[in-house]
């Protein structure tokens, strides 16, 4: 049995597509693997949070984790920095990995934009540090969205040359990325060509996990189309992004091929689809929603789940941060 983690940051507005690219895959390989998901507030402050957000925040990723149908109590749910070894290991890593890699990160080059001098290091490191992440479990699989793959590919990096450097040449894993399903790359509601994301100042660019019946129908209502009738083949669909990504929402909310949904849609009104879509988001969605939000009425009962997680994750990332001390050469204390 192979070992997953992942990460999502609490960063508010958990939307449709970190749960179509990630969330919902958490549970669905639960039974296969033996899985680590963290909630990554240690990321999160890349970024200034308000301290007061980030805990209820926080609290939100860890509800949606539980909500989607992972087992907290098979699988372990936890926050990142409850489990300081993330963050030791990620030191020996910032040490590891070369500037010249990080300055191609595309997700540091997109968040820091033209204002280099004034983005925190943390940001710059980010990437070292979300290979700790996996790392520090010896994590054979990661599932995530399409958006982190250049990610998972650093943090082979940083794993081939930590086993070269040290002549420990199975030390670890080389991480295999999951990326699958429907809509690995969720795209706005508004643009597109733009993927939907936690910080687009318009929130009718996402549907967010919380939204209620009445917010996911007037958003869907909303999304852009082209003038155009329903696309009717695949190939006509790829051209228009607009049609294409909610095509790909419908197909992996209702677990089917996007040629199938293409096919049965072929040449409609987007007026009839969106009703079809809403129906299917809402059903889909809600319920995960409600019980969202019945668990954040319930920080005792979440705070306990991210404790005895963390506690469980410590277990393993312990003995193996005591070896890769023992291998950098780090004295005992
Ligand atoms: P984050 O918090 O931005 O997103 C969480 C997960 O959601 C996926 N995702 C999407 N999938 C499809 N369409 C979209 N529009 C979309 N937006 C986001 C992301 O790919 C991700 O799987 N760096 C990570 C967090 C992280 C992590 C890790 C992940 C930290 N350590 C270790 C895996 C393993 C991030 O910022 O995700």
Known sequence: KG??????????????????????????LQNDYECLYCVVDQHAITVWQEPAQLAAQTREIASAFLAAGVDGTKQIIFNQSMVPEHAQLAWIFNCVARMGWMSRMTQFKEKAGKDRENVSLGLFAYPALMAADILIYKATHVPVGEDQKQHLELTRDIAIKFNNDFAQPDFFPITEPLIFGAATRVMSLRDGTKKMSKSDPSDYSRINLTDDADAIAQKIRRAKTDPLPMPDTLEDAEKRPDADNLLGIYAALADQEKDAVVAQFAGKQFSEFKTALTELAVAKLGPIGAEMQRLMK?????????????????????????EVYRTVGFLKP
């Open 298 to 322: 319930d920080p005792g009962h979440v705070d306990g789940v991210l404790r005895n997680g963390a506690q469980r994750a410590r277990a393993i990332a312990a003995p193996i941060l005591d």
């Open 3 to 28: 070992r997953i983690l992942s990460g999502v940051q609490p960063t508010g507005n958990l939307h449709l597509g970190n749960y179509l690219g990630a969330i919902r895959n958490f549970a669905r």
